[in-house]
């Protein structure tokens, strides 16, 4: 039928995309509403009730951002005071500094953009209008495990206590016919998606126990989903083509859409055996899958035509389409909300707007096996050499 035809091609499209939302309502949260699944009742906050904080200040010429080096080591100055410190990778663009712009302007957070590009993140919050105090930008390339390195040791340098760090920043390369290498010769999906945030995780671990830490997740992670059903599904097997460092997790022919989709799922086996290990602790783990963004900078390789029409299609046939604004305002709320505070949580939104629901929402069968989480953590271990 037409209706079964437009819904193969919205399938398809979201697929192509690499991305796809499926929600169900529930209740309110600081930024965006929010749900448990275990509860129907809806629960609101009004917007801008963070809890306090501790913020961080530092470097690039911000008006009150100070960080000091003296011959007795580097000393990050506290300049907000009372504030919360939250770390975001990859903030450069997109929801990354999205969320930051809606932490920053609670006022209850002080928020390091953890970015490969100073010029590009100062650029960008300055265009969102935040306040230069409210936030610091700091250098990270999670393309090399030395630079990941040297971020930590500028945070631990600086006596920086992070409140929250988002492992947000990504790569998705749909058009390459061969795999890009990091610099440590990791398929750079996996190099920066996973292995580089799974570094970063262990190195700041003291710093975090009793901190939330957050990964962005996309739908099509689960072939279980409807986005995910289409070729080319994650799959990651028995992870021996990552142990054997080869391009593809499952060790078969590179395909860079699939290389996307399998380090997301890596993203939330980490999360899923974080929680396991640390949650008892007071660290507080979760994963958000934001609704499709179809404009924002992770598609900057796909074609024109479909630059074009996917927002368009998402919007109007699929309902699934969320502004990048929102999608922040929903990693912020994942960060701060005391509602959604659960550790071992993967959140998702029924709807496009700021009225829609947060729910607690289901991983894949592949995430969902706690050997493959111990295994992925063990290989992982190994390859960055921890
Ligand atoms: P963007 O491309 O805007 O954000 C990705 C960010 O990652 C950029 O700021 C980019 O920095 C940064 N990054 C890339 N490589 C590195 C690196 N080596 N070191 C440090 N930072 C790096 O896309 P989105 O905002 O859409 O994506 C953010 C997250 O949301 C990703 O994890 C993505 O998988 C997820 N997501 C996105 C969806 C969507 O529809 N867009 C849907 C579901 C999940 P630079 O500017 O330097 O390139």
Redesign the pocket.
Known sequence: SALSAVACVACLLHNV?G?VVGPTPTARGSFTRVNRASSAAAVSRAPGTLAPAAAARTQVGHASAVLRSSSAGREMTMAAGGKKTCII????????LEGAKFLAASGDWHVILA???FA?AEAGAKDLGMDPSTYTVMN????SLNSVRNFVAEIKAAKVKPDALVC?????HPKDKKPRRTADGFEEAIG??HL?HFLLVNLLMDELKQSRVVF???ETHNPGSIAGKIPPQAHLGDLDGLAKNEPMIDGVKYEPTKAYKDS?VCNVLMMREMNKRYSSGGMVVSAL??????E?????EKRGWFRAGFPVFQKFVTRQLVS?EE?GRRMADVVSSDKLSSSGTYWRWNGQDAEATARENVVSDEAMDEARCEKLWQISSDLVGI
């Open positions: 995309a991305f990778t990859g903030a450069s663009s997109g929801i990354g970015v490969r590009s590009k990270l390339d999670l393309a947000n920043a990504a790569v998705w920066v998606n580089g962005i997740g996309t997301k899958f934001p609704g499709c963004i179809a924002s900078p992770l598609f900057r990048v999608a």
